[in-house]
Nanobody, 123 residues
C-alpha cells in the first residue's frame, strides 16, 4: 500500500516556524520526486516546493524562497519542509505528493498524494 503521511502542521503566529514531515512507504523512495502542495479554502492547489528523484535537487515557488527549505532523509524515506517567517497567506492544507522521475509543477503529473496537514498562521 502506497502511503504518504504528512504531519507537523498547527497554529502559529506570523513570523513563527513549523517543520512539516512526509513519511513515504509502499514505493521506491529514491525513484520518486517528493513535493509539497498547498490549498487554501476556495483556492486552487498550488505547488510550494519539491525535491527531485536521484540527485535530490530542490525547487521552490517564488513566494516561499528564502523562507522555506525542503530536505530529505532517504534512509528514513522522509521529506521535510522547514517553514520560517510564516505569513498569514501561508495558511492552507499542505499536501505531500510523489512523482516518478523528474518533477513537474503541473499537479496532474504527480502519482501519489497524502491526506495533508493543516497550517494556520495568525496575524
Amino acid at each position: 500500500e502506497v502511503q504518504l503521511q504528512a504531519s507537523g502542521g498547527g497554529l502559529v503566529q506570523a513570523g513563527g516556524s513549523l517543520r512539516l514531515s512526509c513519511v513515504a512507504s509502499g514505493f521506491t523512495f529514491d525513484d520518486y520526486s517528493i513535493g509539497w502542495f498547498r490549498q487554501a479554502p476556495g483556492k486552487e492547489r498550488e505547488g510550494v516546493s519539491c525535491i527531485s528523484s536521484g540527485d535530490r535537487s530542490t525547487f521552490y515557488v517564488d513566494s516561499v524562497k528564502g523562507r522555506f527549505t525542503i530536505s530529505s532523509d532517504n534512509a528514513k524515506n522522509t521529506v521535510y519542509l522547514q517553514m520560517n517567517s510564516l505569513k498569514p497567506e501561508d495558511t492552507a492544507v499542505y499536501y505531500c505528493a510523489a512523482e516518478f522521475g523528474i518533477p513537474h509543477w503541473d499537479i496532474a503529473h504527480w502519482d501519489y498524494w497524502g491526506q495533508g496537514t493543516q497550517v494556520t498562521v495568525s496575524s
